[in-house]
């Protein structure tokens, strides 16, 4: 079946400009996790999300980031007004109820 | 929030070579994560371990709960295991929940 997949595979955006990246989880996983990966920093958690419950947002660096799952399916993640230290790939992975996690390709984020 | 810690960082060996690759970590977990990631690829899950020891082909991982330490080990390694591996275990302890990383084993195998 199909794995996760991200959209856009790269953005470039300028300094102060809004962006939305997308996740398409597998179908039927009830969680859904965004992450990020940059060379300073490694991989990093931000947000969780499992069925109808409220997410985890613990891991989010600013509150410039937000995330939407519509559906229990979908999700979207924002950053607000961005900066150069946004810059990364954008990782969305999704699992059954503490299962393993797939991994979809990844977002390439660049702020100019 | 927990803590892992890998080790080596870097590693090189030779076709054929057993290679070991450690991890612990600081909070008591249910299960725990080893990753692949080749240059330039995404990231693929090898094995989720909660206790004992799993084999997948030339893959073996091994979790010690009571240390808080686990190893993934590859028997008779190939150049095209050449990767980064990545420890994870879930961020708070808990089993569903977003995980936290090592920082990675970067992995050459010379032919």
């Known amino acids: 079946g199909a794995g996760v997949s991200q959209s856009p595979s790269n953005k470039v955006t300028e300094k102060g400009k809004d962006v939305e990246l997308r996740c398409d989880p597998i179908s039927g996983h009830t969680a859904l996790y965004w992450y990020r990966q940059s060379l300073g920093q490694g991989l990093e958690f931000l947000i969780y999300?499992?069925?109808?419950?409220?997410?985890?947002k613990s891991g989010l660096p600013s509150d410039r980031f937000s995330a939407e799952r519509t559906g229990g399916s979908v999700s979207t993640l924002t950053i607000q007004r961005t900066q150069q230290e946004d810059s990364a790939v954008y990782l969305c992975a999704s699992s059954l109820l503490r299962g393993e996690q797939y991994f979809g390709p990844g977002t390439r984020l660049t702020v100019t | 929030k927990n803590e892992v810690e890998q080790s080596p960082q870097n590693l090189t060996a030779q076709e054929g070579e057993f290679i070991t690759i450690n991890c612990s970590y600081s909070?008591?977990?249910?299960?725990l994560h080893w990753l692949q990631q080749h240059p330039g690829g995404g990231i693929v899950s090898l094995f989720m371990?909660?206790?004992g020891k799993k084999k997948h082909g030339r893959l073996i991982a091994t979790i010690n709960i009571q240390e808080k330490h686990s190893s993934l080990h590859i028997t008779a390694s190939h150049p095209r295991d050449s990767a980064v591996y990545i420890c994870a275990v879930p961020w708070s302890g808990g089993g569903a929940d977003g995980l936290t990383f090592g920082k990675g084993t970067h992995l050459i195998i010379q032919p």
């Open positions: 999300f499992q069925g109808n419950s409220a997410p985890d």
């Open positions: 909070v008591g977990i249910s299960a």
């Open positions: 371990l909660s206790s």
